[in-house]
Nanobody, 118 residues
Framework: QVQLVESGGGLVQPGGSLRLSCAASGSILTFNYMGWYREAPGKERELVAR???????NYVDSVRGRFTISRDIAKNTWYLQMNSLKPEDTAVYYC????????????WGQGTQVTVSS
């Protein structure tokens, strides 16, 4: 069973930066997609950023130019570098991995709180 362990959340002032990490229990080369979602109070969970197995990256419009998703294959880890943070970025962030082989399997991290406030 795949396990994903997140780290890196916290409290930061507007304009600040944080980096989230998601470490997988096995090789990330078996994943078709790796991404980050967030869920703010009263809102649905939304996809923030995603990287494919081939390295292509996609971002939701609200974070494009401020957030960067990356991966380290040797460490079986992917990251979300968040710069120029805004109060509206406050949410619980979840990492996600998807494997598509005969069926679709989604794996989730435990979630980490990001709070942007002065």
């Amino acid at each position: 069973q795949v396990q994903l362990v997140e780290s890196g959340g916290g409290l930061v002032q507007p304009g600040g930066s944080l980096r989230l990490s998601c470490a997988a229990s096995g090789s990330i080369l078996t994943f078709n997609y790796m991404g980050w979602y967030r869920e703010a109070p009263g809102k649905e969970r939304e996809l923030v950023a995603r990287i494919t197995g081939g390295g292509s990256r996609n971002y939701v419009d609200s974070v494009r130019g401020r957030f960067t998703i990356s991966r380290d294959i040797a460490k079986n880890t992917w990251y979300l570098q968040m710069n120029s943070l805004k109060p509206e970025d406050t949410a619980v962030y979840y990492c996600n991995a998807r494997r598509e082989w005969q069926t679709i399997s989604d794996y989730w991290g435990q979630g980490t709180q990001v709070t942007v406030s002065s």
